[in-house]
């Protein structure tokens, strides 16, 4: 068991109910711009892009942290892994940050490295999600999932071709 | 002293002088006017002498968001413009959701106040607690969307932007204010007086956030809100947009044809929602939804092929009952391309619409001469219509008459009873023969003509039966949108209960959708830590907020004789559809909505229902 925060890009309608949801969950106020999710829009494109962390099998913000304050711990109840912050050991140094691919880990306005922590095992942004676009899923649903979407649309040019 | 729900700050911006200043939001005042339209009711109760010309520069801008503005509860995500009208002389409210309405709020302020005027073309960047001025001479005559891009590279890529077009400009009498690529201020004018003070776009990036006084109730009661937001009708609503109603309006009778002069329309299919939905509509997920809302209603649609097409947001159902059928167009595609054309102005769709379908009436009976127009003006002419949307716009030729509104056009000719409104606004797209509560509604909204502020079709034709309006008197099916039995407490009590809606920052589809008035009390006392006093208590607070809108207006010269509706309605028995041999029976309905309110006969609120309602300061007016 292995769940996972899977995206769904097609479903999102860039509302940004799980920012909003986040910041107050994490930091007591509605306050995009303190989420630890965030949704960006292209408007002419019509498509909006939720980006999140992916806890990192290797995480290279728990690899590089001098301070020892970022540790991957299992959820008992979901199994899912979450790649966690310590607040009482985390110096605000930074290097998370320079370290992270993504920019998924920020350093926030207490001097301290945030970011996604699943919510401990029940994401509040999934809860919120309007649309489905937000999943907390088991992590091989999600490729059997994806590998018969696949299947489908092969077959779909299969078919067509016939 | 800190504050919840409200960021507790007031921003003046003062354009003659380019300087900027903050107070403080008084909590008195504030937990009596909650915020939106109540909040800034009040602001322009105080501060602007109703006598003015509502383009002088003694006329102020009132920017007001509510304390649910830019939290997480479903729809918080408005902000209400107000100001004296320049098309109806009286009080002007007009609301628009999007990032910009919740930006003012992150930005750490729940009200902008923008007074006197600016020299030359200016727009104003609000950074947070940082206000600059900037020349925007070469930014004039740029379309809401060049304006938007251009002002958002001038300032910072996440700012958020409200601007008006060429039609604010030029001072279009009906004229809106745009954001967010498409979101529009739009009705009675609010975007002329923006271009009167030469203010061509606000934009605010803000870093701060909302917070709440009681958090768990909050999110307790946010939850529930979204349950109630779970409804098949959602997903219908989402997919199709406000379009979708078209059909069922038709099946009343109550879609307006050919300026009001028919309430069914025999081409309806050609212009329906679901025809939208095959046709123009592109991109129903529109890039998309507005903050925190779980519906997504609008859409964009594309005109043309190839190279030469061009997308937009809309038609919403308004412009398309105006556009389409008032003006008998019955076509998507000239629809949408006025559309299109309105929105880049920056123009009131449903005006425009109501304003060329007059004109259409009185050029088919030979009241205005062709050679004033230029070209045939006959009902149905889609290129003419298009043609003419653009001509308004510019204020050029026969445009620069019909950019006063249609009442003063057909004044003009001296025939302004083809006109369609009340205090010279158009109706929306309702024909008020076939529903008597609308005729109510239309007649005694402060702000003239309008389907929004006291939804009067939800419970009438929509099947809206949620609300303690219709539970606590039992109903619990349809009403018929015939009768009159309670509709004159029935629509005050709409119209005090859409002031609470709007004063809270919410979307009102959030609630035709399925939220009510306990859950949005609930919103608001957990979010500010007020006691609004139980359901009476809110419905009296929406009341005194009603109240003293009706004595701007009454300051304003607006007298109860305005709430009247065109001759049309009165006396000429509707023609065809269900609703055929009805006329407006407002003579019956208004006097008992006057001793309902607590008015005298004259229409002017006695010093006891002031009392009663904490209005104090309008003894005397």
Not at chain 1, 42 to 52: K, R
Not at chain 2, 457 to 462: G, L, N, T
Not at chain 2, 564 to 584: H, S
Request: net charge negative.
């Amino acid at each position: 068991m292995n769940k996972v925060l899977a995206i769904d890009i097609g479903k999102c309608t860039g509302c940004h109910v799980c920012e909003l949801m986040c910041s107050f969950r994490h930091h007591g106020e509605f306050n995009p711009r303190r989420a630890r999710i965030h949704t960006t829009v292209f408007l002419h494109d019509e498509i909006a892009v939720p980006v999140v962390c992916s806890q990192c099998e290797d995480a290279w913000c728990e690899r590089i942290c001098p301070s020892g304050a970022i540790s991957t711990v299992v959820m008992p109840e979901t199994g899912a892994r979450v790649v966690q912050v310590d607040e009482d050991l985390c110096v605000g140094c930074k290097m998370c940050v320079l370290a992270c691919p993504f920019g998924n880990i920020q350093v926030g306005a207490a001097g301290c490295a945030e970011k996604c922590d699943l919510c401990g095992g029940d994401p509040v942004c999934v809860q919120f999600c309007p649309r489905g676009a937000l999943r907390f899923v088991e992590a091989e649903d999600r490729e059997v999932e994806k590998r018969q979407k696949l299947a489908q649309a092969l077959a779909g040019s299969y078919r067509e071709s016939e | 002293m800190t504050m919840d729900g409200w960021m507790g700050k007031v921003l003046r911006l003062d354009l003659t002088a380019s300087a900027a200043s903050v107070e403080d939001l008084d909590r008195e005042i504030a937990e009596q006017y909650i915020g939106g339209i109540g909040l800034g009711t009040r602001y322009l109760y105080d501060e602007v002498d109703p006598a003015v010309d509502a383009l002088d520069a003694a006329n102020k801008l009132v920017l007001a968001t509510g304390p649910l503005t830019g939290t997480g509860a479903p729809g918080a995500n408005r902000y209400m413009l107000l100001t004296k009208s320049p098309l109806t002389g009286g009080i002007a409210n007009s609301s628009a959701a999007g990032d910009f309405a919740c930006a003012i709020k992150y930005a750490g302020f729940d009200v902008i106040i923008v007074e006197g005027a600016a020299e030359r073309p200016v727009f104003v960047f609000i950074d947070d607690g940082r206000v600059s001025f900037h020349d925007a001479s070469e930014l004039w005559g740029l379309d809401t969307e060049q304006t938007e891009q251009a002002v958002i590279a001038a300032t910072a890529p996440d700012a958020k932007v409200n601007c008006i077009g060429p039609a604010g400009e030029k001072l279009v009498r009906y004229a809106c204010v745009m954001n967010d690529m498409g979101r529009a201020a739009g009705r009675s004018g609010v975007g002329a007086v923006m271009g009167s003070k030469r203010l061509k776009a606000i934009a605010v990036r803000g870093t701060g956030g909302v917070t709440i006084a009681d958090g768990e109730r909050f999110m307790d009661a946010v939850r529930r809100c979204y349950e109630a937001l779970t409804d098949p009708y959602v997903e219908h609503f989402h997919k199709h947009g406000t379009p979708g109603v078209l059909e069922l309006v038709n099946t009343y009778g109550a879609l307006p044809t050919k300026n009001f002069q028919y309430g069914t329309n025999p081409q309806h299919e050609d212009i329906s929602g679901e025809r939208l939905a095959e046709t123009l509509s592109v991109r129903t997920r529109m890039g998309m939804a507005c903050p925190a809302c779980p519906v997504a209603c609008g859409r964009v649609s594309r005109v043309g092929a190839g190279e030469t097409a061009t997308y937009g947001v809309g038609p919403e159902y308004e412009t398309i009952g105006m556009f389409g059928s008032s003006c008998y167009t019955n076509d998507l595609e000239a629809v949408t391309r006025a559309n299109f054309i309105c929105n880049q102005a920056g123009m009131d769709t449903i005006t425009t619409g109501g304003s060329i379908a007059c004109a259409m009436e009185m050029y088919e009976r030979g009241l205005i001469p062709e050679a004033d127009i230029g070209f045939p003006l006959p009902f149905g002419d889609g290129e003419a219509l298009v043609r003419l949307t653009d001509m308004i716009a510019r204020r050029e030729g026969f445009g620069d008459l019909l950019a006063e509104g249609g009442y003063r056009m057909a004044e003009h000719y001296g025939h302004p009873e083809y006109s369609m409104g009340v205090k010279k606004q158009e109706f929306a797209s309702y024909e008020c023969r076939a529903i008597q509560s609308m005729a109510l509604a239309y007649a005694t909204e402060p702000r003239g003509a309008c389907h929004i502020r006291g939804e009067a079709q939800d419970y009438a034709i929509y099947s809206v039966l949620h609300w303690h309006i219709t539970k606590d008197r039992g109903i619990e099916e349809p009403l018929d949108p015939l009768t009159l039995d309670e509709q004159p407490e029935m629509v005050m009590e709409l119209q005090d209960w859409f002031r609470i809606i709007d004063s809270g920052g919410l979307c009102n589809f959030m609630f035709y959708l399925g939220m009510d008035e306990d859950q949005l009390r609930d919103l608001i006392e957990s979010a500010t830590g007020i006691d609004m006093g139980g359901y009476p208590g809110l419905m009296r607070t929406g009341a005194r907020i009603f109240n003293l809108e009706v004595l701007f207006n009454r300051r304003a010269g607006i007298t109860a004789a305005a709430d009247t509706l065109p001759p049309r309605m009165l006396q000429e028995p509707l023609p065809d559809g269900p609703a055929k041999g009805y006329v407006a029976e407002l003579g019956r309905m208004l006097p008992p909505y006057y001793t309902a309110r607590g008015w005298d006969e004259h229409g002017d609120l006695t010093p006891q229902k002031a009392a009663e309602l904490g209005l104090q300061l309008a003894a005397g007016t």
